[in-house]
């Protein structure tokens, strides 16, 4: 059996295959470290019951997915964003999480979820306030915010947040310590293309800043924008050279496997865990 | 009938209904100013028969398309894209276009184009060293090149250069000033999502880089990575913003329409030229 070291899985990796209760058994039976569960799951499943079953079976909440989605195009929707938000604090407290992961939205919806704007340096400062109002909240509550940069292919509609060094900006401006509440989950997936990874990752290091490490595969070809991510080793990032960017960054957290993939979604369960620890411990 | 202004149409938003010969006339009968064709349309149509069509319409030829593919896993690869790169670029003079335009590649690839590295790093060494090199070629027979920054979602397999501020970089080093042959093509559908965009236009303006500008849209949900680009007006791009800062920046030339859909590759080509010019006049 190889080394399991600090693997963490991220819930999103077996959701069509199982249930959040039986996500964390399975996880806990292969002996792994940690669990990042989303928020649509824990709700499925009951928060006060996972947060017990979490407890008693010793694993670790290596974050919680997610909050964030901040632009909207009026008052109501912000309001509406603010108060999702906190609640998502008070569970990500519940269930113990190391940290709140943050997808901070794109170009301004309605109340129909429909995008309604083309200013995303508007979009951009909705999500700066948006974080600096949550972090008021998050803060003297201890729950740690981890905003977390994605992809430029998902600037309109999921994150207009897309680089390390705009994550760094945000924090530099909001909360310029990461022990004070405010960092970053740095996704491979996401960020793994940028010139400026190895210089942005040591920058947010020194600032403490590092909060959460995820972890998987960039497929060629891609077949599709969201549910094509690839197993580690199976696509063509140098992950052992991020790993090393982030350890000599003061990284000492879990690597979360995060896949969202129709692929992996099809694999019996167990197979997908057997292979996230192999992997993991080979080519990682 | 709106006003064609500044309009250009890249061959590759036509291809598949009709030849090159088709697309230079239907194009020149529209009124349109400009055409910039892509090489593999050409050598079907004859190098030489379609620089005297164009010659013959008075139709501006406002980029080639397209020079680049740089790394290689060997030197054999590489003297083969050195060697293919300095043909685009005599092809180039001979149908009279205003710049090559330069898609750098994306990893190292084998002689049967298969990815065998992942050292990003080292590919974009191949590209800085590869444009070094045409540059010499390209300066002294008098074609400009144009380093198109491609969105990240291309970095693993078509290009690793993914910012202007990228691509500024890279003429920086090898050539400070756009007015000795090294310059940038700004699509608008590669680095719409850029916080730095403004700024990095700025700062090529300010060397004269600006070689070309090319327009379409990004539809949410973008439905695949390479073909489902949207016309202009149909998607998120603040267009007319992305123009103003072009101008600002000293920006004269062509606004190039480039539409890789297979939604309009299956309309009449003469609706979608009609289209390009009303949405060019009315939302750009």
Known sequence: MPDIGQLTINTATLRKQWGLKDIIAGVA?????????????????????????????GLAVSGYCRGGMFPAIDRTGRLAARDDNR??????????????????GGLPKDGAQRIVSKDIAGAREMVRD????????????????????LHPMYAADRACVNTMAHANDL?????????DGLGIAVDIYHVWWDPQLKAQIERAGAKDRLYAYHICDWLVP?????????MMGDGVVDLPLVRSWMEASGYR????VEIFSERWWAEDPRT?????????????
Chains 1, 2 share one sequence.
């Open 29 to 57: 039976q292969m002996g792994i470290r940690g669990i990042a569960p989303w928020r649509d799951q824990v709700a499925a499943a009951g928060l006060k019951e996972v947060a017990a079953q979490i407890r008693d079976t």
């Open 87 to 104: 609640r998502a604090v008070d569970e990500a407290l519940t269930i113990g999480a190391e940290c709140l992961v943050l997808v901070v």
């Open 130 to 149: 948006g974080i600096g109002e949550l972090l008021e909240y998050a803060r003297p509550a201890g729950m740690k915010l981890a905003i977390e940069p």
């Open 171 to 179: 924090c530099d401006e909001l909360c310029p310590s990461g022990r």
């Open 222 to 230: 891609t077949k599709d924008l969201l549910n094509d991510r690839g």
């Open 253 to 256: 957290g879990l690597h979360e």
């Open 272 to 284: 997908v865990l057997a292979t996230c620890i192999e992997r993991h411990a080979r080519v990682t």
